[in-house]
């Protein structure tokens, strides 16, 4: 959505700075113009050489994260209740996913956020109609209520205090909005890949679902990516617990090779991940690499992240 304003509100990045507001190509504070709205944040578990890292090895056409994009665009399109809506993507990275949005939803209204401010500025150049926005998701600067939808694949992992986060996130969704969430699976599976990537966990799914209740959130569909993988990838995982990658170089050499391999798989990793999306439409797949978790919140009462101090 290009044209200038936001449905809600922008909060001020610092209390001296005059109340900012979107042009349609950037955000103006005073006489100040800049194309990411960044929010002070204080530590983090990612970075801008990780996101270069996955784009040299994994790249937006890396099979698995394609049917990632696909499974959340569905998603929205099956649960929304507002149209047009303002979608926001935490951990918009490189901007697949939001480029993604832009072609399924051309009336929407299309938000990216992260952590990373250097990647935030090289995509605002790729994507220079899309409203950018810096934040530690633990504290979320947004106001209540802003949001129809926040989708959030592969963040979680990356963010310590998770419980935080996803409080976060039933704030600033309106009643009846929902969070598209996405994770890694398998905490038995955790390796030098997940430490590289600044991973603080892999879930199951049942504690997935349990923190989005806790966090005054209705769990309305789940399961999981990358079912017919599972066994090649659970194999994998198992006997990279056994070699050791003490080295920060040693680990990017696991993923990188982890990531070129897995992307050699081209078609027929395409066609696997298509067959698996129409069998999940059909049956729930018990394993898989990711965890998926839809949830709204409720329309008639408040949330009890609503109603407590989430900061």
């Known amino acids: 959505m290009a044209q200038a304003g936001l449905s809600f509100e922008l909060p001020r990045p610092h209390e001296s700075s005059p109340p900012p507001s979107w042009t349609g190509s950037a955000f103006r504070s005073g006489d100040t113009t800049d194309r990411v709205l960044a929010f002070a944040a204080v530590g983090s578990g990612w970075t801008d050489h990780l996101t270069d890292l996955v784009e040299q090895t994994a790249g937006a056409d890396h099979f698995i994260d394609v049917a990632s994009r696909a499974h959340a ?5 099956r649960h929304l209740a507002t149209s047009p809506a303002t979608i926001l993507e935490v951990g918009c990275s490189a901007g697949h996913f939001l480029s993604d949005a832009l072609r399924a939803f051309p009336d929407a209204e299309i938000i990216g956020a992260d952590y990373t401010l250097d990647t935030l500025r090289n995509l605002g150049a790729r994507l220079p109609t899309i409203p950018l926005l810096r934040f530690d998701l633990t504290r979320c600067p947004l106001p209540d209520a802003c949001c129809d939808a926040v989708v959030a694949l592969n963040v979680l992992e990356h963010i ?10 039933s704030r600033i969704l309106r009643p009846g909005g929902i969070v598209v969430l996405e994770v890694p699976a398998g905490p038995s599976l955790f390796d030098a890949y997940d430490e590289h990537l600044m991973h603080f966990r892999r879930y199951r799914m049942a504690g997935l679902i349990a923190l989005a209740g806790k966090s005054g959130l209705e769990v309305i569909d789940h399961g999981h990516l990358g079912f017919l993988l599972y066994p090649p990838f659970w194999v994998t995982k198992k006997l990279a617990r056994w070699r050791e990658a003490s080295s920060a170089s040693q680990r ?7 990531n070129q391999t897995t992307r050699m798989a081209g078609a027929m ?5 298509a067959a698996e ?20 919140r409720p329309v008639l009462s408040q949330t009890s992240a609503g109603r407590e101090d989430v900061g």
């Open 73 to 77: 665009i569905e998603q929205l399109r």
């Open 160 to 169: 310590e205090r998770d419980d935080l986060a996803m409080r976060q996130i």
């Open 252 to 258: 990017e050499t696991r993923v990188r090779r982890a």
């Open 269 to 273: 990793g395409r066609t696997l991940m």
């Open 277 to 296: 999306a129409a069998i999940r439409g059909v049956i729930h797949l018990p394993v898989g690499i990711r965890c998926l978790v839809t949830a709204r």
